[in-house]
């Protein structure tokens, strides 16, 4: 998923991007150890950067049935931020649209940016559109029908990364349409607190608007990113009640180890999403790191007690999914970031959340493609005990 907030966060921890994906080698899982299994495929390519290791795959038919979580001993890696990415190849996301505006003045730029996170490791992208919605847009003065040519936009030009990724590994590659809340289309930070002014029915139909028209694009699910309350996670799933062909992950973000945003625990969050048959993991995304191991310790407590409140009690609890940002701080007074940034150390975190039982891990604001190939390492650090 890309959505990727604004550049100048209103709170401390906010980020500068958000969506995102990953690969997939065959595994057995003993305890907490992956083992990989005879027959799988070591692909070593001199991509971005040059040291990334992934598991390729042999050639596989896209479809838009999504399978990306079919095997709970499978580990995935997500995408980085997209706006951090922008920023650094000379793009201007200093509007309200933030990265979304390059969907109009930089394209190309946006596909690029997708390829290096393919090449970085990536199993799956996701799209610049976090920040694209009618009521964004009308408030900036634009027509409900410029967002929807953007939400189209942002698909399209992640299916051209996967098809030009292709040419250098067959291996299997998503895509998740990235949708931000309702808080960022005020563009004032409301999505970091989840208080808005608006009926509880008409933060359904905002959702809704946009899940229809992504309904009939080429991506493998939604990637619902950076929710912020309980209320939005309710208003999310009856909105996705409406486009019944639609299956989506949906991500809180988080104010500490307990409580989404708004003051929810994430665990009640999660229990009230996670029974939805639409639903297929539960995220936590632009959150610091620091608080990430603990919480998907409540993301899993919530999504098992969904489980047992189901018909299939016995079966596997909905996967947990972790993108948080980078671990630097917004001082908006020197407008600056400030904190540590490395991917080398971002990377030995991600093998703690994969060990915690994150079953796929990427970034959120102010990470990259250093980052990601630091997570894919982890991801098969995992895979080999």
């Known amino acids: 998923m890309v959505g990727e907030r604004g550049f100048e966060p209103p709170t401390p921890w906010s980020r500068t991007r958000c969506s995102t994906r990953l690969s997939h080698s065959p595994i057995v899982v003993e305890g907490s150890r992956h083992t990989e299994r005879p027959g799988s495929v070591l692909d070593r390519r001199a991509s971005y950067p040059s040291e990334c290791t992934k598991f390729g795959d042999p050639p596989v038919t896209l479809h838009t049935e999504l399978d990306f979580f079919a095997s709970s001993s499978s580990l995935r890696v997500l995408d980085g931020g997209m706006a951090t990415e922008l920023e650094r190849r000379g793009c201007d996301i200093s509007g309200p649209l933030w990265s979304a505006a390059v969907l109009e003045s930089a394209p190309q730029a946006i596909a690029a940016v997708h390829l290096d996170y393919l090449r970085a490791g990536a199993d799956c992208i996701s799209t610049a559109s976090y ?31 996967r098809a030009d990724y292709a040419r250098e590994n067959r291996r299997r590659v998503w895509i998740a349409a990235s949708l931000g809340p309702f808080g960022a289309a005020l563009h004032n930070g409301a999505e970091y607190h989840g208080r808005y002014s608006i009926a509880f029915d008409d933060l359904v139909a905002f959702h809704a608007e946009r899940l229809a028209i992504l309904a009939d694009c080429g991506a493998d699910c939604i990637a619902l990113e950076t929710i912020p309350s309980l209320e939005e996670g309710h208003a999310v799933l009856l909105a996705l009640a409406q486009t019944p062909s639609l299956t989506a992950w949906i991500s809180f973000t988080c104010r500490d180890a307990r409580h989404v945003a708004h003051g929810e625990t994430l665990a009640e969050c999660a229990a009230a999403v996670a029974s939805s048959p639409q639903i297929a993991a539960i995220g936590i995304n632009c959150t610091a790191p620091h608080l990430i191991a603990d919480l998907i310790a409540q993301a899993q407590t919530g999504a098992a007690e969904a489980q047992r409140g189901t018909e299939r009690g016995s079966g596997p609890a909905k ?34 959340w994969f060990a915690a039982g994150a079953q796929a891990v990427g970034g959120c604001c102010r990470t990259g493609p250093a980052h990601i190939c630091a997570v894919a390492a982890a991801r098969d650090a995992a895979y080999s005990g």
């Open 131 to 161: 920040q694209v919605s009618a009521h964004g847009y009308r408030e900036i003065g634009r027509s409900a029908g410029d967002a929807n040519r953007a939400l189209r936009l942002s698909v399209e030009l992640a299916e051209q990364a």
């Open 319 to 352: 996967p947990v999914l972790v993108y948080p940002n980078s671990g630097e701080t917004w001082d908006a007074a020197a407008r600056s970031w400030h904190g540590e940034a490395d991917p080398a150390h971002f990377g030995a975190l991600a093998r703690a």
